[in-house]
């Protein structure tokens, strides 16, 4: 502001008042100054604390999940010819694995074409796998033999019209078609070959193609579309590599796998077969101390740091008479309080030989910090590595090997829960009638009047399933073609559902759902005009599956196709059991219990949930600093009202002062008039 002088005075009146108010503004400044900061700094303060905790509470959540302990590691001494991996629930252990043989997939080839927009024809390809016997070129002649179709792999139809009839229209239609075969166009130099692969190997993944020719009728012979059958009729492609089965054996014993990766011949491990060998591959299995150490140990490090930054964030400095910006406050104090009770408690409910961290060599020292004594927890991972759960997690233990713990929640209480089963989880099916079960000498056959039929499963309708036509000399060859093709079914496949077919003892087709539980179901929608004469299938519903029944803890317990989850508002709410087998009847108990990171866990949850104390603390502390922005503007405020009353009551004073300083001249000028006694006025 520009200082101006008083008209009448010649007072500095705007620097006075400019002077005036500034005294007035700055205590009040000063104390709003310094309170911001304070607020500023502990919001600050709190912020980094939370972060602190955020980190804590990932590492103690690592250690409150049981899957972390149940890892399991694995190796092998020649990882080139084998690689080897082990998952949850692996058993430990050594085994000896020599590789004779790797399982490869077959390849065919059709004839050549001149260019890659030759016309190969028009009409329908279907795919099948199974088992088949080929006879190559070598020894020769090749032939096409017999063909065993693989029940557990979905066969596929795919339309060749006036789109897609070239030869890079074929190629491109069935590698759409995604149907377990790659095509591939190659230049043997002689001209353009379509070269067709199974996308999995093994034996049993062996290709089956059969053709609808539409171009000339003729589904086998070497022309138009019909150049690309390969079955029992025609065998119009020739066979490249055949399709091969892995072999190998673990401790001597002869095994055989459709596939290099071998995961279930070693119950929880995986075998990756890469190279024969000529001397045994020694695979050994441990659980995985490396792994929970790990976590422990970054466990350790997200306390210690807590601690610090806690130690840090509420210190006082005796000679910087200094504090830190959180000294003194409650909340912290009750965090820190907390958080170090949770530490330093046990383990509840859990039967084994550990129940506090102390036990397993994990103490704290003189600082609040943690440290790890590594010769006693070693020794307790190497010695009771399954009981070391117990200390940490929330652990379920039944006693009966087909009940299964899936988890619990954070409102199940610790206790030893009765299992009891009332009625068992049950798949939707259908049966047909009995029919007479085919042989080699009375084939079953499939034609135009009895191949086809539409399905409902587990709600879910199928388009129209079409069974391929020939003869089947077995009810399980039959069954294996049934259920191929319904699981082939778009719609199906898109749901992620499928059905299991068999022939049973009573010469029955049966269809049942994969799914377990009262959403399972198998409806025969509608069949072919002789499907039920030959197949026994006819259109109707079948028995719909039924959810696991039963009670945890004696409360009535929710079932769900095999899960059993205890009652909401009961001690056993939130454990979760699958129940995968066994009887109805009393199954034994479940033992929960409850680890020490589980606790800790809770109490950090507490503390930075959306409500929590931390939250509820910065609120407070941002309304504090609002207020101050608030307390800003009311000083403004009156400090503009005393400027203007000081710069009023200088105003007057300046007018006083000319009135005074005009009253002072006009009197000087007359009495300078006024004659004195003895002077000449001439």
Do not use: C, H, K, W
């Not at 929640?409 to 099916?429: D, I, K, P």
């Not at 109490?603 to 922005?629: C, K, Q, W, Y």
């Not at 000083?635 to 000319?658: G, H, K, P, T």
Request: zero cysteines; glycine letters at 10%; hydrophobic letters at 40%.
């Amino acid at each position: 502001m520009v200082a101006a002088t008083g008209i009448g005075s010649g007072l500095d009146i705007e620097g006075l008042v400019t002077q005036l108010v500034a005294a007035e503004r700055g205590p009040t400044e000063t104390r709003l100054v310094a309170r911001e900061a304070q607020l500023t700094s502990q919001l600050s303060a709190f912020g980094t604390l939370q972060g602190s905790l955020s980190s804590l509470q990932s590492s103690v959540d690592a250690l409150a999940d049981t899957a972390t302990f149940s890892q399991r590691s694995a190796s092998s001494s020649n990882s080139d010819a084998l690689g080897v991996s082990a998952g949850a629930g692996a058993a430990a252990g050594s085994f000896s694995v020599s590789i004779d043989s790797l399982a490869q997939s077959q390849s065919l080839a059709s004839g050549s074409f001149s260019s890659l927009t030759d016309v190969v024809g028009e009409g329908e390809l279907t795919l099948r796998f199974g088992t088949a016997d080929i006879t190559g070129a070598d020894p020769g002649p090749e032939s096409f033999n017999s063909f065993s179709v693989n029940a557990d792999r979905a066969s596929a139809t795919i339309t060749i019209d006036s789109s897609n009839n070239t030869l890079q229209g074929v190629r491109d239609a069935i590698n759409a078609a995604d149907a377990g075969v790659s095509a591939a166009i190659v230049n043997d130099g002689e001209g353009f070959r379509l070269l067709l692969s199974s996308t999995d190997t093994g034996a049993d993944n062996s290709i089956e193609i059969q053709v609808s020719d539409t171009g000339d009728s003729n589904n086998t012979d070497a022309e138009g579309l019909s150049r690309l059958a390969f079955n029992t009729d025609a065998n119009n492609l020739s066979q490249t590599v055949a399709a091969q089965d892995a072999s190998f054996s673990i401790n001597g014993l002869a095994l055989t796998s459709a596939s290099n990766n071998a995961d279930d011949v070693i119950d929880g491990v995986s075998l990756t077969l890469q190279a024969t060998t000529e001397a045994p591959v020694t695979v050994t299995v441990r659980d995985n101390e490396s792994a929970v150490r790990t976590a422990i140990e970054s466990f350790v490090s997200a306390f210690n740091n807590f601690t610090n930054v806690s130690s840090n964030l509420t210190a006082y400095d005796a000679e910087t008479d200094r504090a830190g910006a959180l000294q003194g406050d409650f909340a912290t104090r009750s965090i820190i309080t907390q958080v170090r009770s949770a530490l330093t408690g046990s383990s509840n409910g859990f039967e084994g030989p550990f129940s506090t961290l102390a036990e397993l060599g994990i103490t704290t020292q003189a600082n609040g910090n943690l440290a790890i004594d590594e010769g006693r927890l070693g020794a307790a991972l190497r010695d009771n590595f399954d009981s070391v759960a117990g200390v940490f997690a929330q652990v379920g233990q039944p006693n009966d090997s087909s009940v299964v713990f899936d988890g619990a929640g954070s409102s199940t209480q610790v206790g030893n829960f009765s299992v009891e089963v009332t009625q068992l989880a049950t798949r939707g099916s259908i049966a047909g009638a009995a029919i007479v079960a085919p042989t080699a000498l009375a084939p079953l056959t499939i034609d135009g009047s009895n191949d086809t039929l539409r399905l409902t499963i587990d709600g879910v309708s199928t388009d129209l399933v079409s069974l391929t036509q020939g003869d089947f000399d077995s009810g399980d060859a039959l069954a294996a073609e049934l259920q191929s093709r319904i699981n082939g079914d778009d719609n199906l496949l898109e749901a992620g559902i499928a059905v299991s077919v068999t022939f049973d003892a009573s010469n029955r087709l049966q269809i049942q759902s994969s799914r377990f539980g009262s959403e399972s179901s198998v409806v025969i929608d509608s069949v072919a005009a002789n499907t039920t004469g030959t197949l026994g299938l006819s259109a109707g519903s079948g028995t719909n599956g039924v959810d696991v029944a039963g009670t945890i803890g004696g409360v009535a317990a929710t079932g769900s196709g095999q899960s059993l989850v205890g009652a909401t508002g009961s001690a056993s709410e939130g454990i979760r059991l699958s129940i995968i087998g066994g009887t109805t009847g009393s199954r034994g108990s479940v033992n929960i219990s409850s680890g020490v990171a589980v606790s800790l866990s809770d109490v950090i949850d507490r503390f930075l949930d959306s409500n929590g104390l931390i939250d509820l603390r910065t609120d407070t502390l941002e309304a504090d600093v609002a207020r101050i922005e608030e307390d800003r503007e009311a000083l403004e405020a009156r400090l503009e009202a005393i400027e203007a009353r000081f710069r009023n009551q200088f105003n007057a004073l300046d007018i006083l002062l000319a009135n005074l300083q005009s009253t002072s001249e006009f009197l000087t000028t007359q009495l300078a008039g006024i004659p004195l006694p003895g002077q000449n006025n001439n």
